[in-house]
């Protein structure tokens, strides 16, 4: 049975470029992949973390089957994480892949000094958030704001 290890991107590969042409059309239809540069300032930047579900097949061969952003930064009253833009492969959806990501951005959340761990979820993604309530996130009572600089 293949292993499905969490690892954090540490450099920009061809199979992560491709992984991301592959998810991203999965998880918006109104942004395109990330450019090979973009892939990059993410991967560098000191304020995200680009976590990986990678499936090590038993016959040689890995596969990304999914990722998560965790974005943190210091702020006067503390040390703030956010999980933003996570997908997993529709072939690999059912399988704890996504349980796995959270899971581990959590632990890397807490390991930085962040209390508490925010995210969203559109209410049509009904599997997802059912997953985020099931490890323990809550709604919180709040406005979301948005402003568009387009």
Same mark, same amino acid.
Do not use: C
């Given at each position: 049975?293949?292993?499905?290890?969490?690892?954090?991107?540490?450099?920009?590969?061809?199979?992560?470029?491709?992984?991301?042409?592959?998810?991203?059309?999965?998880?918006?239809?109104?942004?395109?992949?990330?450019?090979?540069?973009?892939?990059?300032?993410?991967?560098?930047?000191?304020?995200?973390?680009?976590?990986?579900?990678?499936?090590?097949?038993?016959?040689?061969?890995?596969?990304?089957?999914?990722?998560? $952003?965790?974005?943190?930064?210091?702020?006067?009253?503390?040390?703030?994480?956010?999980?933003?833009?996570?997908?997993?492969?529709?072939?690999?959806?059912? %399988?704890?892949?996504?349980? %796995?990501?959270?899971?581990?951005?959590?632990?890397?959340?807490?390991?930085?000094?962040?209390?508490?761990?925010?995210?969203?979820?559109?209410?049509?993604?009904?599997?997802?958030?059912?997953?985020?309530?099931?490890?323990?996130?809550?709604?919180?009572? $709040?406005?979301?704001?948005?402003?568009?600089?387009?």
């Amino acid at each position: 049975m293949p292993e499905i290890e969490i690892v954090e991107a540490t450099e920009v590969t061809d199979e992560l470029v491709e992984a991301f042409e592959r998810l991203v059309p999965q998880l918006s239809r109104s942004n395109p992949p990330p450019s090979r540069d973009e892939l990059a300032a993410i991967v560098e930047s000191p304020a995200s973390i680009l976590l990986l579900a990678v499936e090590h097949a038993d016959g040689g061969g890995d596969e990304i089957l999914g990722s998560l $952003t965790l974005a943190w930064f210091r702020i006067p009253t503390g040390v703030r994480a956010w999980i933003e833009d996570v997908v997993v492969d529709e072939a690999a959806r059912g %399988k704890g892949v996504g349980e %796995k990501l959270n899971h581990h951005a959590l632990d890397v959340a807490r390991s930085l000094g962040a209390r508490t761990v925010d995210l969203t979820s559109r209410p049509s993604r009904e599997a997802a958030n059912r997953l985020y309530q099931r490890i323990g996130f809550e709604p919180r009572e $709040t406005n979301v704001y948005r402003y568009s600089l387009d």
